[in-house]
């Protein structure tokens, strides 16, 4: 029997957002090991040491080949391709027709006529979509993450990042430090291994993104471990990596808007099960509601008009200034606690708070109030050891977004879905002051000189 597509799905549930809150999609996914010492540890490395980051295995990769393949990804993305070329990469951001949020990640200019678009399913499959059915002159490959495919992947990824991590590179290619503007690439020879790296941070600290060949992986590995251990490299885990980006304040799983009629051929090519699930406290029946802007999510300067892209004349419309701010929302302590205790009192406690991430659906979008009044999204959420403090991020309308605004977050979901993390719980509201993005003042001003 054929698998059912998404369309059909949607159509057999008869509602969307009843689809999509029951769905058994993991709320996220790394095939890594979970700790290599502990995660507060491996949090506090990043800001005071150095770290090495595994990326090799928890995204998907689509490699793009042929005449068309600058020209069909300028078509389906925000972004400018004006001076695109071999050796950079880009925070690439797709929209629908409307112009609302599809997904994003990064793309990589490796050979001429040669890209690589890493990235979650929501913008994977949207990007492979296209590429096969509007006729470009590309060849597709997609390589799913480690946890749906049974071969090792094509290439092995591993993030230096820290205060150290200059010094350390030194010392690992003997010679300085290269000079490399963020998101532009060199090349390096580590254990004798020629080497890609990206000029990136995943925390808002120094450092590269190193990847080459797969069957060269654990050679370069050996010697970065070998090196690092003069410098206080730590390995970092699963659990402390799921929450670097509350620090970079980077929204991994913004909702995807593919549920409108325009979208309708796309969900009938894609299967019922490579869409996310859908959690929280945001309860509307209409799933329009959970869309957002570029704008909304910070990525307006993403946006270029100087080329013909899918989505254009409606960014066009929406104009500036945004709806809606990006802003990280530092959650009140004693209302964290009082979740906690209600695990340890008689009675349905509040849904829980898994610490360090605490998300439990694909795309959390829990609602934002202020004195009652719905204002906004929060989405992802999680504890920060080098901050002491439990963050989530969200987009608020403008009015609300000042930093030192009181609002609170209703947490928890009424009814309680059937997705795997959700046991029976109740709603409680959350107090938070509205903060900066980055929450972090040496990470705003790390971002600020990129």
Sequence with gaps: MDQESLEQAIRRVGNVVDFLRNSQYPAYEFPVRSEFSNWRS???????????????????????RG????????????????????????????????????????????????????????????????????????????????????????????????????????????????VVKFFHMTELTIGGKRARALRHGM????????????????????????????????????????????????????????FGDREKSFRDWLSCDAVGSLGGSMDSREITDYYLTPYDLGY???????HDFTGRQALERFGLPPRREKVSLVWNADDVLGVMRSHLEPGTPAKYIEFPKSRYAFFQVDKVLHNGRFVGMSTDVGYVTNERVMISLATIDLEFAKPGTQVTVLWGEK???????????????????????????VIRDSYRGN
Aim: hydrophobic content about 40%; overall charge neutral; some cysteine.
């Design 67 to 178: 005449p068309h393949a600058v020209r069909a990804l300028a078509q389906h993305g925000v972004n400018s391709f004006e001076t695109f070329k071999r050796g950079m990469a880009k925070q690439y951001v797709a929209v629908n027709a409307e112009g609302y949020f599809v997904g994003d990640g990064i793309l990589f200019y490796l050979e001429e006529q040669y890209l690589s678009l890493i990235a979650n399913a929501s913008l994977i499959n949207w990007v492979q979509f296209h590429l096969q059915t509007v006729g470009y002159d590309v060849t597709v490959e997609r390589e799913e993450n480690s946890n749906r495919r049974k071969e090792p992947p094509r290439f092995y990824r591993y993030e230096i990042q820290g205060p150290k991590a200059p010094a350390l590179v030194e010392k690992l290619i003997g010679a300085p430090f290269p």
């Design 203 to 258: 925390a808002g600290q120094p450092g590269f993104e190193i990847f080459g060949a797969w069957a060269e992986g654990e050679a370069v590995l050996q010697a970065i471990l070998a090196v690092g251990e003069a410098f206080g490299l730590r390995r970092i885990g699963a659990r402390a990596y799921s929450t670097a980006n509350l620090e970079s304040g980077w929204i991994p799983r913004p909702f995807t808007a593919i």
């Design 300 to 306: 307006g300067k993403h946006v270029k008009f100087d």
């Design 415 to 441: 009814p309680n879905s059937s997705k795997p993390a959700v046991e029976p719980h109740r709603q409680v509201e959350i107090r938070a002051t509205v903060a900066p993005v980055p929450y972090a003042q």
């Design 42 to 64: 491996e949090q506090m490395a990043w800001r005071e040491t150095c770290v090495l980051m595994e990326q090799s295995h928890h995204m998907a990769n689509l490699l793009i």
